[in-house]
């Protein structure tokens, strides 16, 4: 079966957005700005944070590990929680998940 979920789509714009939300919890629990994480990560704007939060762009892979630490939070969690809302049918063949995410009109439904 041909899958209708695709990067540029409103529901990955929905949960881009949903991630950003996620790490901004993230953040703001650490007590940290964007500003002392893109210090911290070498970025050299905040601006990056910014857009991350927003769901407007995605954290880079080869910043997950240095963004966890900088937080202070279990990358293997972080990077399942983000691999649910960056690539939901990944993360369903990889974690055995059968489920739906829910969107506002309509929902993702994902299997294995």
């Known amino acids: ?4 979920y ?8 929905i949960l881009r957005r949903r991630a950003g939300s996620y790490l901004r919890g993230l953040r703001t629990d650490a007590g940290l700005t964007q500003q002392q994480v893109a210090k911290a990560l070498g970025w050299d704007y905040y601006t990056m944070v910014s857009q991350i939060e927003r769901g407007i762009s995605r ?27 960056y690539d939901p ?11 739906q995410i829910k969107f506002a009109g309509s929902e993702l439904k994902t299997a294995i």
């Open 89 to 99: 049918h990944m993360h369903a063949a990889m974690f055995g998940d059968v489920g």
């Open 59 to 85: 954290l880079p892979p080869e910043d997950m590990a240095s963004y966890a630490t900088t937080l202070g939070v279990d990358l293997a969690k972080m990077a399942k929680d983000l691999l649910e809302f």
């Open 1 to 4: 079966m041909h899958t209708q």
């Open 6 to 13: 695709r990067v540029n789509t409103e529901d990955a714009k």
